[in-house]
């Protein structure tokens, strides 16, 4: 079902205020089809930083507009962190602690498992590179003045990826004005969307 507020006669439009590093990979799905069920224009406004999953799910906007010259943008990539136990550890005092897997589950948690020994390409080609290539892909599609340069990961300054990642920095003003252009566009597509209109 569609977002309440897309339905509201008196709304003509939607604005994400973003600020946020990211987060988990299946964090992105919600938003993004929240996003793409949208009838009404919708503007992403970035307050300090939208990377990874946040410029992710915002890419599925109209627009993106960030507060300042220095707001962070990007991080385009994934990562994992692995941590625990060793299979088979014994503390100091002679407590053992060991995982066993049954006969029929040779496959249970082997990148997990072969992790921990030091060998994280089975993570990388399972998990990591399949949802990488994803988040590039996509990007690629949502924001098409990207470069491959700029889909490595790196974090940049709103101003050195404008035209690209961001359309442009400006104020929340700003992104009002881009939500009514864009609704008056889509109502007229004769529209001289840069004429001002009052709030």
């Not at 962070?72 to 994934?78: D, H, S």
């Not at 994280?120 to 599609?141: G, R, S, V």
């Not at 404008?162 to 929340?172: A, H, R, Y």
Request: net charge negative; glycine share 8%.
């Amino acid at each position: 079902e569609r977002l309440e507020a897309d339905k509201d006669p008196e709304i003509i439009g939607h604005i994400i205020v973003a600020d946020s590093g990211g987060g988990a990979a299946d964090s992105v799905p919600e938003p993004s089809s929240a996003i793409k069920q949208l009838t009404k224009p919708i503007v992403s406004y970035i307050d300090g930083m939208a990377a990874s999953a946040c410029i992710y799910a915002i890419s599925y906007t109209q627009k993106i507009i960030a507060h300042q010259a220095f707001d962070q943008v990007g991080c385009i990539g994934t990562m994992i962190t692995v941590s625990g136990w060793p299979k088979l550890r014994r503390d100091a005092d002679g407590y053992v602690q060991v995982r066993v897997y049954a006969d029929q589950s040779a496959e249970k948690n082997a990148d997990y498992e072969a992790a921990l020994e030091g060998n994280t390409q089975i993570i990388k080609e399972d998990l990591l590179n399949p949802l990488c290539q994803a988040f590039i892909d996509d990007m690629k599609a949502n924001r098409p003045g990207a470069s491959d340069d700029q889909l490595t990961g790196k974090t940049y300054f709103a101003k050195d990826v404008v035209g690209s990642l961001i359309d442009s920095i400006g104020s929340f003003e700003d992104a009002i004005q881009a939500v009514i252009d864009l609704a008056a566009a889509a109502e007229d597509p004769n529209t001289n969307t840069s004429e001002k209109m009052d709030l």
